[in-house]
């Protein structure tokens, strides 16, 4: 079945080190999309991507790497300047990197700190 | 970016109720899209709806979009339509704004 996975569901990270996200789609998808939502909260976008090796700064970019080396691979690398990265983070895809179409989304990795 | 009002943050209701809920925007948009977060956190596209009128089921939705708002009807209410029901909408920048979330609780 065509899908968004994240992986893995759950990660923990030790102080200053990296972690990476994996978002992998098989929609054939142009868009993707890395959201972060603490609790109680509603989605913030950090990166997003409308074309392979293009990618620009959501509102909360600041911590966190991304690239887009491949159509269906978007990793989310969280590095050791977020301070606080505990949270629960979704990936998205949309249809067209142009044009609006609705987003679709992963079943998110919660990612904690030891 | 766009700023997303829902209203109200949180709604009790007893099994077989119907509610409203709102979402308002601050500017015009190009897509509105409303989701449910379930207990597990998986979010799940209901509507794609940047105008006019959708039903789906107990659900339907409506968007006015010259007055910047739209509504989202649960009708029947059941416990699986627990959870928390987002509005987001995207504007010429292609970037998806998030209102804060509605917390439904519908009780047995």
């Known amino acids: 079945d065509g899908g968004i996975t994240q992986s893995p569901k759950y990660l923990f990270r030790k102080e200053g080190q990296n972690v990476t996200l994996s978002c992998e789609q098989n929609?054939?998808?142009?868009?993707m999309y890395w959201y972060r939502q603490d609790p109680g909260q509603g989605l913030r976008l950090i990166y997003y991507?409308?074309?392979?090796?293009?990618?620009q700064k959501g509102d909360i970019a600041e911590g966190y790497s991304v690239s887009r080396e491949k159509k269906e691979s978007f990793p989310l690398t969280v590095t050791s300047a977020q301070k606080n990265p505990t949270a629960f983070y979704l990936c998205?895809?949309?249809?067209?990197?142009?044009?609006?179409?609705?987003?679709?989304f992963g079943d998110g990795t919660r990612l904690s700190i030891l | 970016g766009i700023q997303v009002e829902q209203s109200p943050p949180d709604l009790i209701l007893q099994e077989g109720a119907n509610s409203t809920l709102r979402c308002n925007f601050s500017d015009s948009v190009n897509n509105l899209q409303w989701f449910h977060q379930n207990p597990w956190g998986q979010l799940i596209n209901l509507f794609y709806i940047p105008s006019g009128t959708k039903q789906n089921g107990r659900l339907s939705a409506t968007t006015v979009a010259t007055e910047r708002y739209s509504l989202l009807y649960i009708s029947s209410s059941q416990t699986t339509d627990s959870g928390v029901y987002f509005c987001?909408?995207?504007?010429?920048?292609?970037?998806?704004?998030f209102g804060a979330g509605t917390t439904v609780t519908v009780r047995a």
């Open positions: 991507s409308q074309i392979v090796n293009d990618f």
């Open positions: 987001a909408v995207e504007g010429n920048d292609y970037k998806l704004s």
């Open positions: 998205a895809s949309t249809p067209a990197g142009t044009g609006h179409q609705p987003q679709h």
């Open positions: 929609l054939n998808h142009d868009a």
